[in-house]
């Protein structure tokens, strides 16, 4: 793998996750998804999901297994999200180390290539994913009402470095993966 397409995302949906369809999951074969949580699912120091996340959960979960993975370390916070939304967790996952992702995917019993790691950072999300073999797929951040997107000085430096290795974030691109 080219050093610059380790970062770039299997597709760029240029919206939040509540954007990803049953439809679409259908359409890669994904059977599984590894989601982030911080800005994936809900704002940074939200401790509560919303409504919609539930509902958007209830019919992701009718085609694909799903599992919780959290860099952050707070049991309340990252368990409490997880119980409201009836879904196995995994705390401290270090992404963009592989290990305890695998240990998610192996819970799913499903093949690498049919789970997606679903975030909103090209460093840890997206680069974990591409070190796994997993489809990626890179989300808009969900961020307080009250920031902009552009007001998270990491996700600028994702933009900047990917466009400087020749993988736009700007355009929606989606790579061919072998469908088995």
Same mark, same amino acid.
């Given at each position: 793998?080219? #050093? *610059?397409?380790?970062?770039?995302?299997?597709?760029?949906?240029?919206d939040? @996750?509540?954007?990803? %369809?049953?439809? &679409?999951?259908?359409?890669?074969?994904?059977?599984?998804?590894?989601?982030?949580?911080?800005?994936?699912?809900? =704002?940074?120091r939200?401790?509560?999901t919303?409504?919609?996340?539930?509902?958007?959960?209830?019919?992701?979960?009718?085609? *694909?297994s799903?599992? +919780? *993975?959290?860099?952050? +370390?707070?049991v309340?916070?990252?368990?409490? &999200?997880? /119980?409201?939304?009836?879904? =196995?967790?995994?705390? $401290?996952?270090?992404? =963009?180390?592989?290990?305890?992702?695998?240990?998610?995917? %192996?819970?799913?019993?499903?093949?690498?290539?049919?789970?997606?790691?679903? $975030?909103?950072?090209?460093? %840890?999300?997206?680069? *974990? $994913?591409?070190? +796994?073999?997993?489809? %990626?797929?890179?989300?808009?951040?969900?961020?307080? /009402?009250?920031?902009? !997107?552009?007001?998270? !000085? @990491?996700?600028?430096?994702?933009?900047?470095?990917?466009?400087?290795? $020749?993988?736009?974030?700007?355009?929606? /691109? /989606? #790579?061919? #993966?072998?469908?088995?």
């Amino acid at each position: 793998m080219l #050093k *610059a397409a380790i970062l770039k995302p299997d597709l760029i949906l240029k919206d939040t @996750v509540l954007a990803l %369809t049953p439809e &679409i999951l259908q359409q890669y074969q994904l059977q599984g998804l590894v989601l982030d949580v911080d800005e994936t699912l809900v =704002p940074f120091r939200q401790n509560e999901t919303s409504e919609e996340l539930r509902e958007w959960v209830e019919q992701v979960r009718k085609v *694909a297994s799903i599992w +919780l *993975a959290s860099n952050n +370390l707070s049991v309340n916070r990252i368990g409490s &999200i997880a /119980q409201s939304l009836d879904l =196995p967790y995994i705390l $401290g996952a270090r992404k =963009p180390s592989r290990r305890k992702l695998r240990s998610a995917i %192996t819970a799913m019993n499903l093949p690498v290539e049919r789970v997606a790691m679903v $975030g909103d950072h090209l460093f %840890t999300d997206i680069l *974990a $994913g591409n070190r +796994l073999g997993m489809f %990626t797929i890179l989300v808009e951040p969900m961020v307080e /009402q009250e920031l902009p !997107p552009s007001a998270d !000085p @990491v996700r600028n430096f994702e933009i900047w470095l990917s466009q400087l290795l $020749g993988v736009s974030l700007e355009q929606s /691109q /989606q #790579k061919e #993966k072998i469908k088995k």
